[in-house]
Protein backbone atom coordinates (compact mmCIF):
# COMPACT_ATOMS: atom_id res chain seq x y z
CA UNK A 1 0.00 0.00 0.00
CA UNK A 2 1.32 3.41 -0.89
CA UNK A 3 -0.06 7.27 0.03
CA UNK A 4 0.48 10.08 -2.34
CA UNK A 5 -0.70 13.57 -0.62
CA UNK A 6 -2.20 15.31 -3.28
CA UNK A 7 -3.19 18.96 -3.64
CA UNK A 8 -5.84 20.03 -1.22
CA UNK A 9 -4.76 17.87 1.67
CA UNK A 10 -6.67 14.54 0.52
CA UNK A 11 -4.41 11.50 0.81
CA UNK A 12 -4.45 8.86 -2.46
CA UNK A 13 -3.96 5.08 -1.33
CA UNK A 14 -2.82 2.99 -3.71
CA UNK A 15 -3.25 -0.85 -2.81
CA UNK A 16 -1.87 -3.57 -5.00
CA UNK A 17 -4.83 -6.45 -5.07
CA UNK A 18 -4.52 -9.88 -6.36
CA UNK A 19 -6.28 -11.32 -9.56
CA UNK A 20 -7.12 -14.76 -9.24
CA UNK A 21 -7.12 -17.58 -11.90
CA UNK A 22 -9.41 -20.14 -11.59
CA UNK A 23 -7.71 -22.54 -9.20
CA UNK A 24 -7.07 -19.52 -7.05
CA UNK A 25 -3.72 -18.46 -7.71
CA UNK A 26 -2.69 -14.80 -8.34
CA UNK A 27 -0.94 -14.15 -11.39
CA UNK A 28 -1.21 -10.36 -12.12
CA UNK A 29 -2.76 -7.22 -10.41
CA UNK A 30 -5.40 -4.54 -10.32
CA UNK A 31 -5.26 -1.63 -8.30
CA UNK A 32 -7.50 -0.49 -5.73
CA UNK A 33 -7.25 3.43 -5.15
CA UNK A 34 -8.55 5.09 -1.63
CA UNK A 35 -8.77 8.72 -1.10
CA UNK A 36 -9.20 9.87 2.74
CA UNK A 37 -9.55 5.65 3.56
CA UNK A 38 -12.77 5.02 1.18
CA UNK A 39 -13.07 3.46 -1.55
CA UNK A 40 -12.15 5.97 -4.63
CA UNK A 41 -12.00 3.38 -7.85
CA UNK A 42 -9.88 0.23 -9.14
CA UNK A 43 -8.30 0.76 -12.34
CA UNK A 44 -5.68 -1.37 -14.24
CA UNK A 45 -6.43 -4.89 -14.29
CA UNK A 46 -3.66 -6.56 -15.33
CA UNK A 47 -0.75 -3.68 -14.37
CA UNK A 48 1.78 -5.59 -12.68
CA UNK A 49 4.09 -5.56 -15.82
CA UNK A 50 3.49 -2.32 -16.94
CA UNK A 51 3.62 -0.93 -13.16
CA UNK A 52 7.34 -2.66 -13.01
CA UNK A 53 8.34 -1.17 -16.48
CA UNK A 54 7.58 2.30 -15.38
CA UNK A 55 9.30 2.09 -12.40
CA UNK A 56 12.03 0.59 -13.99
CA UNK A 57 12.23 3.77 -16.67
CA UNK A 58 12.15 6.33 -13.19
CA UNK A 59 15.74 4.42 -12.76
CA UNK A 60 16.75 5.13 -16.49
CA UNK A 61 18.60 8.31 -17.86
CA UNK A 62 17.49 9.76 -19.65
CA UNK A 63 14.12 9.25 -18.76
CA UNK A 64 11.79 7.77 -21.20
CA UNK A 65 7.93 8.14 -21.93
CA UNK A 66 5.78 5.50 -22.73
CA UNK A 67 5.60 7.16 -26.56
CA UNK A 68 8.93 7.01 -27.12
CA UNK A 69 9.71 3.31 -25.54
CA UNK A 70 6.49 1.78 -27.90
CA UNK A 71 8.13 3.78 -30.90
CA UNK A 72 11.31 2.33 -30.17
CA UNK A 73 10.23 -0.72 -29.93
CA UNK A 74 7.64 -0.49 -33.49
CA UNK A 75 11.33 0.51 -35.29
CA UNK A 76 13.41 -2.35 -34.20
CA UNK A 77 10.44 -4.63 -34.84
CA UNK A 78 10.65 -3.98 -38.52
CA UNK A 79 13.93 -4.10 -39.09
CA UNK A 80 14.45 0.22 -39.21
CA UNK A 81 17.02 2.59 -36.95
CA UNK A 82 15.20 3.18 -34.14
CA UNK A 83 16.84 6.34 -33.22
CA UNK A 84 16.36 7.91 -36.91
CA UNK A 85 12.31 6.94 -36.58
CA UNK A 86 12.91 8.17 -32.99
CA UNK A 87 14.08 11.51 -33.80
CA UNK A 88 11.87 11.47 -37.15
CA UNK A 89 8.72 11.40 -35.52
CA UNK A 90 9.41 13.19 -32.10
CA UNK A 91 8.52 16.92 -32.89
CA UNK A 92 5.46 15.93 -34.48
CA UNK A 93 4.16 13.59 -31.58
CA UNK A 94 2.75 14.74 -28.60
CA UNK A 95 4.84 16.09 -25.83
CA UNK A 96 2.49 14.46 -23.33
CA UNK A 97 4.97 12.23 -21.46
CA UNK A 98 2.80 9.52 -20.13
CA UNK A 99 4.21 7.47 -17.39
CA UNK A 100 1.60 5.21 -17.27
CA UNK A 101 -2.26 5.32 -17.77
CA UNK A 102 -4.75 2.65 -15.86
CA UNK A 103 -8.73 3.08 -16.41
CA UNK A 104 -11.42 0.49 -14.59
CA UNK A 105 -12.15 -0.87 -18.06
CA UNK A 106 -10.33 -0.88 -21.61
CA UNK A 107 -9.51 1.94 -23.21
CA UNK A 108 -11.81 1.69 -25.95
CA UNK A 109 -14.74 1.41 -23.62
CA UNK A 110 -17.23 4.42 -23.32
CA UNK A 111 -16.15 7.10 -20.81
CA UNK A 112 -17.00 6.51 -16.54
CA UNK A 113 -14.81 4.41 -14.10
CA UNK A 114 -11.60 5.48 -12.26
CA UNK A 115 -8.85 6.18 -13.73
CA UNK A 116 -4.66 6.49 -12.27
CA UNK A 117 -2.23 8.42 -14.93
CA UNK A 118 1.31 9.30 -14.19
CA UNK A 119 3.32 12.18 -16.34
CA UNK A 120 6.72 13.38 -16.36
CA UNK A 121 6.80 17.12 -16.24
CA UNK A 122 9.59 19.10 -16.37
CA UNK A 123 9.10 22.13 -13.78
CA UNK A 124 11.72 25.63 -14.79
CA UNK A 125 12.02 28.24 -12.56
CA UNK A 126 14.83 31.40 -12.80
CA UNK A 127 17.00 31.37 -10.07
CA UNK A 128 19.83 33.73 -9.79
CA UNK A 129 20.34 34.72 -13.08
CA UNK A 130 20.07 31.42 -14.91
CA UNK A 131 16.79 29.34 -15.79
CA UNK A 132 16.63 25.80 -13.24
CA UNK A 133 14.79 22.79 -13.80
CA UNK A 134 13.55 20.04 -11.96
CA UNK A 135 11.61 16.77 -13.78
CA UNK A 136 8.43 15.92 -11.86
CA UNK A 137 6.10 13.50 -12.23
CA UNK A 138 2.21 14.42 -12.10
CA UNK A 139 -0.03 11.66 -10.65
CA UNK A 140 -4.18 12.25 -11.65
CA UNK A 141 -6.65 9.81 -10.42
CA UNK A 142 -10.08 10.18 -10.37
CA UNK A 143 -12.98 7.93 -8.64
CA UNK A 144 -15.62 6.09 -9.97
CA UNK A 145 -18.31 9.10 -9.25
CA UNK A 146 -15.94 11.55 -11.34
CA UNK A 147 -14.18 13.05 -8.87
CA UNK A 148 -10.40 13.72 -9.47
CA UNK A 149 -7.23 14.29 -7.29
CA UNK A 150 -3.73 15.60 -7.98
CA UNK A 151 -0.70 15.36 -6.95
CA UNK A 152 2.92 16.48 -7.83
CA UNK A 153 5.88 14.47 -6.78
CA UNK A 154 9.73 15.34 -7.54
CA UNK A 155 11.70 12.32 -9.02
CA UNK A 156 13.11 10.51 -5.73
CA UNK A 157 9.91 10.32 -4.45
CA UNK A 158 7.89 9.34 -7.70
CA UNK A 159 11.00 6.50 -7.50
CA UNK A 160 10.36 5.26 -4.41
CA UNK A 161 6.04 5.49 -4.80
CA UNK A 162 6.63 3.42 -8.00
CA UNK A 163 9.31 1.32 -5.93
CA UNK A 164 6.95 0.16 -2.79
CA UNK A 165 4.20 -0.79 -5.15
CA UNK A 166 5.79 -2.98 -7.43
CA UNK A 167 7.94 -4.72 -4.43
CA UNK A 168 4.19 -5.34 -3.14
CA UNK A 169 2.80 -6.69 -6.50
CA UNK A 170 5.73 -8.94 -6.12
CA UNK A 171 4.77 -9.94 -2.08
CA UNK A 172 1.15 -10.87 -3.34
CA UNK A 173 2.28 -13.73 -4.99
CA UNK A 174 2.02 -13.33 -8.66
CA UNK A 175 4.77 -14.00 -11.00
CA UNK A 176 7.52 -12.22 -11.04
CA UNK A 177 7.30 -8.57 -13.37
CA UNK A 178 10.05 -6.76 -13.72
CA UNK A 179 12.90 -6.50 -10.98
CA UNK A 180 15.05 -3.00 -10.83
Not at 151 to 170: F, S, W
Amino acid sequence: MADVSCAGGSVLTVRPVPVLARDGVPYEVLLELLLDGEPFGQVGERCGFFLADAARRLHDTPLVSTLEVGTRGWARGGGLDEQAVWGGLARHLPRDRELFAFRARDPDDGPGGGALRALLDVARAWRAGAWSTEVQVRIEAWGDDGRGVLAVLDLPAARTLLDAIVAEVVGLGGPPVVTL
